[in-house]
């Protein structure tokens, strides 16, 4: 009925706005604390959750100390939930929706959801009535049923849902994140009021890690850290690598960088009950023969010590530079996040002789710095050019090279002619001419770079 009949008939009666946006939000902040139990979590629409605890039950003491501990954390959160555990997922749903709640005895799937209305087929409303004017109230009814009638009654996946209710076929879930390859959890006895003992635990599930990863003969290159805390909020911390790694003790002191670098430190609230540790982006790492002086490969000290600034500093504050598919200075390189491998992309550095000067500078200037030059003939290099108030009388000069614009883009730009000259005091510059003579506006000089 209206709001205003609602209200004639009961004045009252308590009224608050539906926010759709916030129930949204809502059971996303649930579906994070609630990934305590499985990592393998999805919503359930319109305001359900759906977790495959397969293998996690003896985390919690079994399955029915498992779902009083997700009824806790519910009311914690000031939610009624309905909870019931089953063979299947559609099984189980149907159970918390329609039926009782609570650990379906194994083997009894069928047995129990037979019991169930057909409501929980969640059908059209005109197939539901036809159902019950047909005398069919309970999935008993229909289970009793051949299905080829069923399925040219009421369509052809009608079967296939009824078994899916009854337990008679399996339908895995979508989780929301998928998982890990390798997931070690640790559910503390006694909650943790305060973060120093944190290291522990993660030392812990680091050595479970890394044994697992042995046995695969493999690497991570991403891990991430995942703190539980008892009023169901949880912080999520990640970590990268340059390198696939599987070494505790090298990762262990990388996450205590980056828990010590973090700009909110982790509160633990009321206390940290759960922790899980997650190797992420797997790679086939094999046993190295070490020298026999036992020092440290230079390329190997490096990634560490890129590994160590990143934790300290944020993945981001570190990058390494690397081409990019361009012609202009400007665009053929790119800097990416130093932990990220760099991706096989088939664009590489161009070769060049050893004894020959470098074609282009190391310090560019972006955007290219105007200068005034003085040239003998016009298309000629530069005899003297001021830069900064400073004039600088050319004593070498080799070019040009010519490079086009980028006609293929928007504004692409204007030939430019670049030589690489050498002032009487030594210093030497990278310059250019943008634009033909003749053209309008007028050809300009610019300082694109320095050269050590």
Do not use: N
């Amino acid at each position: 009925m209206t709001l205003a009949d609602a209200r004639a008939q009961a004045p009252d009666l308590a009224v608050q706005p539906h926010e759709p946006a916030a129930d949204d939000a809502l059971l996303d902040r649930m579906l994070e604390a609630f990934g305590r139990f499985s990592p393998m979590a999805a919503l359930d629409p319109p305001h359900g959750l759906v977790l495959d605890v397969t293998g996690c039950a003896h985390l919690f003491g079994g399955e029915g100390r498992l779902l009083a501990a997700a009824r806790s954390l519910a009311r914690r959160g000031g939610l009624q939930a309905r909870l019931a555990l089953a063979r299947t997922p559609q099984t189980a749903r149907a159970l918390g929706r329609f039926g009782s709640e609570g650990v379906t005895p194994e083997g009894q799937d069928r047995a129990v959801a037979r019991r169930l209305p057909v409501a929980a087929l969640e059908l059209k409303p005109a197939e539901a009535q036809a159902l019950r004017r047909a005398g069919l109230v309970v999935l008993g009814d229909l289970d009793d049923r051949p299905r080829a009638p069923l399925a040219a009654r009421f369509g052809a996946d009608f079967p296939t849902r009824l078994d899916r209710l009854l337990g008679l076929e399996d339908a895995r879930i979508t989780p929301a994140r998928p998982p890990a390859p390798i997931v070690a959890d640790r559910v503390l006895m006694e909650p943790l009021i305060t973060t120093e003992p944190l290291q522990t635990v993660i030392a812990d599930l680091l050595a479970e890690v890394e044994q697992a990863l042995e046995t695969r003969r493999a690497g991570a290159q991403g891990f991430r850290l995942t703190v539980f805390r008892i009023d169901g909020g949880t912080r999520v911390i990640g970590l990268g690598t340059a390198l696939p790694i599987r070494d505790a003790a090298v990762i262990g002191r990388l996450f205590r960088e980056r828990l010590a670098a973090l700009t909110t430190p982790l509160d633990p609230g009321f206390g940290i009950d759960q922790l899980r540790m997650e190797a992420l982006t797997l790679q086939r790492l094999e046993a190295v023969q070490t020298d026999l002086d036992a020092s440290p490969r230079r390329e190997e000290a490096l990634q560490a010590l890129i590994d160590r600034l990143a934790a300290r500093l944020g993945p981001a504050a570190v990058v390494r530079v690397r081409p990019a598919d361009s012609h202009l200075p400007e665009r053929a390189s790119r800097q990416l996040p130093a932990g990220r491998a760099p991706s096989d992309d088939g664009v590489e550095w161009p070769e060049r002789d050893p004894g020959s000067p470098p074609l282009r500078p190391l310090h560019l200037f972006d955007p290219p710095q105007p200068v005034e030059v003085v040239s003998p003939v016009p298309d000629g290099p530069p005899a003297r050019f001021t830069w900064r108030r400073v004039i600088h009388r050319v004593a070498l000069a080799e070019g040009p090279e010519r490079i086009e614009g980028e006609w293929w883009r928007r504004g692409g730009g204007r030939v430019r002619d670049y030589y690489r000259v050498e002032d009487a005091e030594g210093r030497r510059f990278w310059l250019f001419r943008a634009g033909h003579f003749g053209d309008e506006p007028a050809p300009r000089w610019y300082v694109h770079g320095l050269f050590a």
